[in-house]
């Protein structure tokens, strides 16, 4: 015959494996079955066992139940939601659109329309272009800006005045408010050619390797 200690071993079981989170509420339920037939062919007649803990035990296998069968519900939400942003995002294929991003190029003398995104207020904003070799070639001076986002103007030549080559540079921004730096959000345009998705979210997909996340483009063209 299974006696009491036994039983309250499995009990020990199933409060473990609640706290732990470990066994899913239909295992929880099997076991929580078993220890109950158990008891009631083991009680004393006499001296009846304490069923409030079995209760509360219940009460919180009836929670996990409950919060898995709404867990699986929301992840079904998710997916879905998912699913629609996506095909929302697709009716940005063929736009150009402005993400974050540090990369312009100049082609034909015609250098790639780039950006800044500035968090707050700043008295001085500096933009330096610079070559494959990390050089400064352009550096333009865009004074103070207010909080937004904001076109940068570079004509593709360098502070002599001349072209510079054809190719690929890059530029970083320096924004400051009374000394201290704003934060200013480096941005580049590009054309999107198909929209793709990771654990992040829905992705842009611009050409060259280059992605964004499409809750960070900041302007469509």
């Not at 001076?141 to 890059?170: C, E, R």
């Not at 400051?176 to 829905?202: C, E, F, H, R």
Request: net charge negative.
């Amino acid at each position: 015959m299974t006696t009491t200690s036994s039983v309250n071993s499995n009990t020990q079981g199933i409060n473990d494996a609640l706290k732990s989170g470990s066994a899913s509420a239909s295992e929880l339920q099997s076991n929580f079955l078993t220890m109950l037939v158990t008891q009631m062919n083991n009680q004393d007649p006499l001296n009846p066992m304490d069923n409030s803990q079995l209760t509360s035990q219940l009460a919180q296998i009836s929670t996990v139940s409950s919060m898995q069968t709404m867990n699986a519900t929301l992840s079904q939400l998710l997916a879905q939601v998912s699913a629609s942003r996506a095909m929302d995002s697709a009716a940005l294929i063929g736009h150009t659109v402005m993400v974050p991003g540090t990369l312009v190029s100049v082609t034909d003398g015609v250098a790639g329309k780039i950006g800044v995104d500035l968090p707050s207020t700043a008295d001085a904003v500096t933009v330096d272009v610079l070559d494959k070799d990390g050089n400064v070639v352009r550096t333009i001076d865009m004074k103070g800006q207010t909080a937004g986002v904001h076109d940068i103007t570079w004509d593709g030549k360098n502070d002599a005045g001349n072209l510079v080559p054809n190719g690929d540079y890059t530029f970083k921004v320096t924004a400051t408010a009374n000394g201290t730096s704003v934060q200013p959000v480096a941005l580049t345009y590009g054309k999107v050619q198909s929209i793709s998705g990771d654990s992040t979210g829905v992705l842009v997909n611009l050409g060259n390797g280059q992605t964004a996340n499409v809750d960070d483009v900041r302007r469509i063209l």
